[in-house]
C-alpha cells in the first residue's frame, strides 16, 4: 500500500530533550517536506528536500533540522524543544515536487512541556 | 511572496444547503499550481483538486465544484447540497513553477460544519 508513516504518532517530551521525528515513503517520491499545524495558523511549512541531499528551508526553519540521506526517509530533527514547537506535524510527500499531488503522513502530536 | 488568504475561519450550514469556501492568493509567478486539501475530523489531509495557472476551467466532481478566476485572484470551492459528512477544515494551497523556491503554501482553513 502507497503510504507516508510517521513515527511516533504522539511524544510528550520535556524542553532541551533532543528528538527526531521519522518519516519514510513507499513511493518512490522526490519531494518530501515537513508542516507543522497550529490553530488559527493553518499548516506552514518548516522544510523541504526536492530529492537525496537536498534540503531547503521552508517558512518556519527555526529550532529545526532536517536531513535527506536516502530517497524515502526524511525525519525532522529538533535539537532541543522549547514549549513554542508544541505542534501537530505533518511530513509530506509529492512525485516532482510541490506543483504536485502532496500525500500526506498521519501526523505527530508533539507536546513539550 | 506568495500568500494565500482564507478570510472565513468558519462556517456553519444546515444539511443540503450550498456554501462556498473562498481562497484568494497572490503570487509573481507567472506559472503556478492551486490545491485544495480536506482535513476530516479524524485528522487525515486529502487531496481534493490541483489547478495550474493557465487553466482557468471550471471543475466539477460530483457535488464539490471549483471556481478558478484569475482576474481576481481567487480560486473558490462550491460544495453543493452539503451533507454532515462534508464537516471538515479546508485548506487552499499555492505553490510556484520554475521560481526560485519550490515551497508550498497553505491558507490558514476553513472549518466547515454540516448540521443535520
Known amino acids: 500500500e502507497a503510504q507516508v508513516t510517521q513515527n511516533p504518532r504522539y511524544l510528550i517530551t520535556v524542553t532541551g530533550k533532543k528528538l527526531t521525528v521519522t518519516c519514510s515513503q513507499n513511493?518512490?517520491?522526490?519531494?518530501m517536506s515537513w508542516y507543522r499545524q497550529d490553530p488559527g495558523l493553518g499548516l506552514r511549512q518548516i522544510y523541504y528536500?526536492?530529492?537525496?541531499?537536498?534540503?531547503d528551508k521552508g517558512d518556519v526553519p527555526e529550532g529545526y533540522k532536517v536531513s535527506r540521506k536516502e530517497k524515502r526517509n526524511f525525519p525532522l530533527i529538533l535539537e532541543s524543544p522549547s514549549p513554542n514547537q508544541t505542534s501537530l506535524y505533518f511530513c509530506?510527500?509529492?512525485?516532482?515536487?510541490?506543483?504536485?499531488?502532496?500525500?500526506f503522513g498521519p501526523g505527530t502530536r508533539l507536546t513539550v512541556t | 511572496a506568495q500568500k494565500v488568504t482564507q478570510a472565513q475561519t468558519e462556517i456553519s450550514v444546515v444539511e443540503k444547503e450550498d456554501v462556498t469556501l473562498d481562497c484568494v492568493y497572490e503570487t509573481r509567478d507567472t506559472t503556478y499550481y492551486l490545491f485544495w486539501y480536506k482535513q476530516p475530523p479524524s485528522g487525515e489531509l486529502v487531496f481534493l483538486i490541483r489547478?495550474?495557472?493557465?487553466?482557468?476551467q471550471n471543475e466539477i466532481s460530483g457535488r464539490y465544484s471549483w471556481n478558478f478566476q484569475k482576474s481576481t485572484s481567487s480560486f473558490n470551492f462550491t460544495i453543493t447540497a452539503s451533507q454532515v459528512v462534508d464537516s471538515a477544515v479546508y485548506f487552499c494551497a499555492l505553490t510556484g513553477y520554475g521560481g526560485a523556491t519550490n515551497k508550498l503554501i497553505f491558507g490558514t482553513g476553513t472549518l466547515l460544519a454540516v448540521q443535520p
Open positions: 489547478r495550474n495557472s493557465f487553466d482557468e
Open positions: 528536500s526536492m530529492n537525496v541531499e537536498v534540503t
Open positions: 513511493m518512490n517520491h522526490e519531494y
Open positions: 509530506a510527500s509529492s512525485f516532482g515536487g510541490p506543483s504536485y499531488e502532496q500525500y
